[in-house]
């Protein structure tokens, strides 16, 4: 069965940090990009960050540039999300996603959120 298993979120102030994890289990992960997205309420959901399954090469969205990290564990299943100063703009349900695409075939499968909620 595959899952992606997010936790970590919570509330925190802001200025905080918190360390999201993604487990996934049930397929061949380390084969795969993960990334992960944001949905605020009333908005888009959006990318964060990404991390490509061969090279371990990173992208992130402009507005969590050197506040964000993503990084993936050796056996390539669980990646994290460490977020630092933290600000109110950053609460939203985080997801975790795991995408590859082999010839006209996409594989796709995302987790069922974790809440983030940055307040005083």
């Known amino acids: 069965q595959v899952q992606l298993v997010e936790s970590g979120g919570g509330l925190v102030q802001p200025g905080g940090s918190l360390r999201l994890s993604c487990a996934a289990s049930g397929f061949a992960v380390s084969t795969y990009d993960r990334t992960w997205y944001r949905e605020a309420p009333g908005k888009e959901r959006e990318l964060v960050a990404t991390?490509?399954?061969?090279?371990?090469?990173?992208n992130y969205a402009d507005s969590v540039k050197g506040r964000f990290t993503i990084s993936r564990d050796n056996a390539k299943t669980t990646v994290y999300l460490q977020m630092n100063s933290l600000e109110p703009e950053d609460t939203a349900m985080y997801f975790c996603?795991?995408?590859?695409?082999?010839?006209?075939?996409?594989?796709?499968?995302w987790g069922q959120g974790t809440q983030v909620t940055v307040s005083s």
């Open positions: 991390i490509t399954s061969i090279s371990g090469s990173t």
């Open positions: 996603n795991a995408y590859k695409k082999v010839g006209g075939r996409k594989y796709d499968y």
